[in-house]
């Protein structure tokens, strides 16, 4: 009897330094993985819509914005391989109106896009970009600037004063879209999975201000 009350006793002893030695031990473990550092895999960033202005000037509405990050490592590869890009801008106008029973209708006053190529020249190590058929186009060695031209879209004309009506609302949807993968002699029909570098920004909603369309009725 008193050696099974020994036995108990000893166990019990080994029992608890058992457990005093793994306290410390799972309390560091649980601060280890809390503080570790860890290695981040980032996915290119999309592109997106950014500096929107709407502003009027005479009898017109104009909308300015900016395309950022339009290119991701694969399409600047294309372009500084001679292969031309284009950056779209979808832009769509619409009237909100309300019936008598407060249902309300949107009916689509314009749906234009608009375009700016990008092309470089491997000898001369010269983009030029294009940014409308009735403007001269720009030519610089620097990349970065290349790219800010091409990516910003100005005066962007909206609605004009004869399309405006009292108590009406108007909002304005835009898009931008990364996409033109050309090769010589149309390869890119044999070579179809370029088309998976399409980039696209997501569909931004704008109202037009109230005050704005006021102050164009007033002129």
């Not at 801008?89 to 909100?96: D, G």
């Not at 060695?141 to 004869?162: E, G, M, P």
Request: aromatic share 10%.
């Amino acid at each position: 009897m008193r050696n099974r009350t020994r036995l108990i006793k000893s166990a019990v002893a080994i029992l608890l330094a058992c457990l005093q030695l793994a306290v410390p031990f799972f309390t560091c473990s649980k601060l280890y993985a809390a503080d570790k550092k860890q290695v981040t895999f980032t996915a290119d960033n999309p592109p997106y819509l950014e500096d929107f202005i709407i502003s009027s000037e005479g009898e017109r509405i104009n909308l300015s914005l900016k395309v950022a990050n339009p290119f991701d490592r694969e399409i600047k590869s294309l372009l500084l391989n001679g292969v031309s890009q284009k950056i779209s801008l979808n832009v769509e106008v619409s009237v909100n109106s309300f019936n008598l029973y407060l249902v309300k209708f949107n009916r689509t006053l314009s749906d234009n896009i608009y375009i700016h190529n990008i092309d470089y020249d491997n000898l001369e190590k010269v983009f030029t970009i294009t940014t409308s058929p009735d403007k001269k186009p720009i030519k610089t060695t620097s990349y970065r600037k290349a790219v800010d031209i091409a990516a910003t879209f100005d005066d962007i004309t909206l609605l004009h004063k004869n399309q405006i009506e009292v108590d009406h609302f108007y909002q304005v949807d835009t898009q931008a879209e990364i996409r033109e993968v050309k090769l010589p002699f149309h390869l890119e029909y044999l070579f179809f999975f370029l088309s998976a570098w399409d980039r696209k920004s997501n569909n931004y909603t704008i109202d037009i201000p109230n005050q704005l369309l006021h102050d164009i009725l007033k002129r």
